[in-house]
């Protein structure tokens, strides 16, 4: 089955940096990576996806890439800000359309 | 709002007891999917039903059950409960396609005592 690497784990950026979180796969049929933002005690939330058939995709100041020949993704957070604090989770879908999500990254952006 | 409806939002109860969460699918969605959330872990998969039916497992243990009725919404049973099964338990819901997005319900916070 799938199986989805997450680093960091921890991230800690000064306000206005930018945050990069990383993440690698291993089922080569892999389609669809989406990315999940989860604030304390709250339900994860799409902030962004990406799909096999495109290398980059941007919504203001998230944008995802995706390496399919590394099968690596990654996630950046420009101009960060305090609300950009929580968890975040990578995923990726296997071959049955089933999520395996990475462990998640706690990003900490102190003012 | 996802769209996603979790009911209760709280449950507190003691060691060997059985609980039922209750999902409700987002309008037009076919597959449930249930999440275990311990303590500052990640999302672990339980189980997905889509139209009904079973589709995959994951690590779901035999003291859980779940199943989805013909108007979609979905049960999880948790049964002998022990202390190590306090979590949040998340359902998400997505379409009829394979690989569509998931959306998630605001979760089931379960404390065992």
């Known amino acids: 089955g799938e199986n989805v690497e997450q680093h960091p784990s921890t991230l800690s950026v000064q306000e206005g940096d930018s945050a990069v979180i990383k993440c690698t796969y291993s089922?080569?049929?892999?389609?669809?990576f989406p990315w999940y933002k989860q604030e304390l005690g709250k339900r994860p939330q799409l902030i962004i996806d990406?799909?096999?058939?495109?290398g980059e995709k941007k919504d203001q100041r998230i944008a995802v890439t995706l390496n399919k020949t590394a099968k690596h993704f990654s996630l950046h957070i420009t101009e960060t800000q305090p609300e950009d604090s929580a968890v975040y989770f990578c995923?990726?879908?296997?071959?049955?359309?089933?999520?395996?999500f990475g462990a998640g990254t706690q990003v900490v952006v102190t003012p | 709002d996802s769209g996603v409806t979790q009911t209760p939002k709280h449950l507190i109860t003691a060691t060997g007891q059985r609980v039922t969460l209750r999902c409700s699918p987002r309008?037009?969605?076919?597959?449930v999917y249930w999440y275990q959330q311990s303590l500052d872990q990640g999302l672990q998969f339980l189980i997905q039903?889509?139209?009904?039916?079973?589709?995959a497992k994951g690590n779901i243990l035999e003291r859980f059950s779940a199943q989805q009725f013909p108007d979609l919404h979905s049960e999880l049973n948790l049964s002998s409960l022990e202390l190590g099964d306090s979590a949040l338990y998340f359902c998400?819901?997505?379409?009829?396609?394979?690989?569509?997005?998931?959306?998630f319900g605001p979760g089931t916070r379960l404390l065992v005592l």
């Open positions: 995923a990726a879908t296997d071959s049955w359309g089933k999520f395996q």
């Open positions: 039903y889509y139209n009904g039916e079973e589709r």
């Open positions: 309008s037009g969605d076919l597959s």
């Open positions: 998400a819901s997505s379409g009829a396609e394979i690989q569509e997005t998931q959306y």
């Open positions: 089922d080569s049929a892999s389609n669809y």
């Open positions: 990406i799909r096999s058939n495109v």
